[in-house]
């Protein structure tokens, strides 16, 4: 009924979907009212959830005020609430009339439980609540094996997606039909995300819808030709979009991305180039794959996929936690790799990699200490990429590396940092090494108390066997 019907006021509720372009319900709230109120609220337990960390919260922050700016262009005017936000939502209703409340779907755990909650409260007012696929192009349920299971292995499911047809954009908000009464009131946005509690040590990751378009057209106009090669060499800030941060709070959308993609493999002049398209777009279906293994299985949130992966004892030590979280322990890659990303709240697909595996098989540490450290730390912090990257890792996800598969940091980082130039840039200590025996530092024992840098803290080979022991104790 709701469908076809024309309402007076629709509350559009942004959570993951920060933008005026190509978003579900902001686009369906406007066609099927008269007055849209664009509304915004500050939960309070995802600002205290342990896993929320500054370089996130003032991403988010950053992009508000874009979208707050981006509506007010079109004379719309962003409402912005604190509090739970079944109670907000209920009373925002109630005050201007509205007769629903649409969102995006966000696949969560804590999201699905919070929209029940907000759902019920509408309804206890005679408000309805209405969501939408956005975020991704096929979820939950939609891509299924023959048998109508759900995939838990990524080629065949992205041999599924692929067949289907890609979605078009949604249409860009209008103007406003109506500018809402002034006696709705809204709080400003803080200054700073320290106002919300997590002040920022660094430099801010370029925010908002602009900064998303900008990114996105500097990749398919040139880079995403190159992928195939460029996208594992971190020291080239360039190989890879960086749109990350942008699809996990949703100042662009995939659909946007697809097609600008299928514009871009349209003018590709080589198989080197088509290829480069197609592995990118890979990356896309793995974003979605990990986003339907999470809701399907919601409980690798909590423990490993492969529950007898549950009882790995774990026998690293706190201090060799404390080590890999700061970068001192004494293997550059992964100190390099850990240093920028609490210097920058980004770090490379291949570091993530190579550090979860350091941390996983290496230091014998759970993939969950690691999982939440990334969360703080990470500006695309992500709940169902980064664990599905973490469960990957360790061996314990749907798709994993297998237990047997360990990464030696030091081969990792003479193939993909040939020259160091990645290494140097985050380690200082090892200025006076040379080139060549830059990724192998305790070789000369001179190199390191010049530059006070670690020995490593742990040896490779020693730990790479007690690794393969833990595990074969699981798996009897
Ligand atoms: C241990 C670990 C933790 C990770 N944590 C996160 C996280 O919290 N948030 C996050 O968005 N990604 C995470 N990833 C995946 C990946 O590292 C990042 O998506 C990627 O580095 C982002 O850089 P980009 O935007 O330049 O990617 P591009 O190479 O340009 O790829 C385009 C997009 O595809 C998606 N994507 C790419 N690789 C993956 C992947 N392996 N899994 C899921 N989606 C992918 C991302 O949305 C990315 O923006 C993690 C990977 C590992 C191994």
Known sequence: ?????????????????????????????????????????????????????????????????????????????LIVRRGAPHEQLALLAQEAKAEAVFANRDYEPYSRERDVRVQQALGAVGVQFQSFKDSVVWEEREVLTGTGGVYTVFTPYSKAWRLRARPEPRPRLAAAKSPLPATISSLPLPAASADLGHP???????????????????????????????????????GTSRLSPHLRFGTINVRTL????????????????????????????????????????????????????????WSGREEWFQAWCAGMTGYPIVDAAMRCLNATGWMHNRLRMVVSMFLTKDLLISWQRGERYFMQRLVDGDLAANNGGWQWSAGTGTDAAPYFRI???????????????????????LSGVPDDAVHEPWKNPLWLSRGRYPRPIVDHAVQRERCLAMYKAVRG
């Not at 980082?413 to 200590?429: H, L, M, N, T, Y």
């Open 200 to 238: 920022l040590g660094h430099e801010l990751f370029p925010a908002g819808e602009k900064a998303a378009k900008v990114a996105l057209d500097a990749f398919v106009e040139r880079k995403v030709f190159g992928y195939a090669t460029g996208r594992d060499h971190p020291a080239d800030d360039t």
């Open 407 to 429: 990464f030696n940091p030091t081969s990792q980082a003479e193939k993909f940092d040939a020259d160091g130039r990645f290494v140097r840039r985050w380690i200082p200590e």
């Open 258 to 313: 697809l097609k600008r993609l299928g514009e871009a493999r349209s003018r590709a002049t080589s198989e080197d180039e088509r290829r480069g398209c197609d592995i990118w777009e890979s990356e896309l279906i793995w974003r979605e794959f990990y986003a339907q293994i999470l809701v399907n299985h919601p409980h690798v949130a909590k423990g490993a996929f492969r529950p007898e992966y549950d009882r790995l004892e």
């Open 1 to 77: 009924m709701l469908r076809s019907a024309r309402l007076r006021t629709i509350i559009h509720w942004f959570r993951r979907d920060l933008r005026v372009s190509d978003n579900t319900s902001l686009h369906e709230a406007f066609t099927r009212s008269q007055t849209v109120i664009p509304f915004f609220c500050w939960d309070d337990a995802i600002l205290r959830a342990p896993d929320v960390g500054a370089a996130r919260v003032a991403f988010l922050l950053q992009s508000l005020e874009s979208l707050a700016r981006n509506l007010e262009a079109l004379g719309h005017r």
